[in-house]
Nanobody
Framework: QVQLVESGGGLVQPGGSLRLSCAAS????????MGWYRQAPGKQRELVAT???????NYTDSVKGRFTISRDNANNTVYLQMNSLNPEDTAVYYC??????????WGQGTQVTVSS
């Protein structure tokens, strides 16, 4: 059984920063791609950022220059450093990983609220 445990969400003022973490554990094949998605109230879940096993990142346009994704392959952990947060970033953030067999797993979600 595979578990993804997320942490780091919370309430922050506009312009502030948060760092999300997601650790994968259990019986999992080597992980290929790790990423973060988010879902705001009344909206569809959207891709925020992904990173390959080799460390190549990909970002959605709205977070480029503000968010940084990174990973620790030895510990099956992915991070999302979020800077210059604005109210439009408010959402539940979900961790997603895909192993080398292309099976995917989701975290339980962590709430990020940007408000003054």
């Amino acid at each position: 059984q595979v578990q993804l445990v997320e942490s780091g969400g919370g309430l922050v003022q506009p312009g502030g920063s948060l760092r999300l973490s997601c650790a994968a554990s259990g019986s999992i094949f080597p992980i290929n791609v790790m990423g973060w998605y988010r879902q705001a109230p009344g909206k569809q879940r959207e891709l925020v950022a992904t990173i390959t096993r080799g460390g190549n990142p990909n970002y959605t346009d709205s977070v480029k220059g503000r968010f940084t994704i990174s990973r620790d392959n030895a510990n099956n952990t992915v991070y999302l450093q979020m800077n210059s947060l604005n109210p439009e970033d408010t959402a539940v953030y979900y961790c997603n990983v895909a192993d080398i067999t292309r099976r995917t797993y989701w975290g339980q979600g962590t709430q990020v609220t940007v408000s003054s």
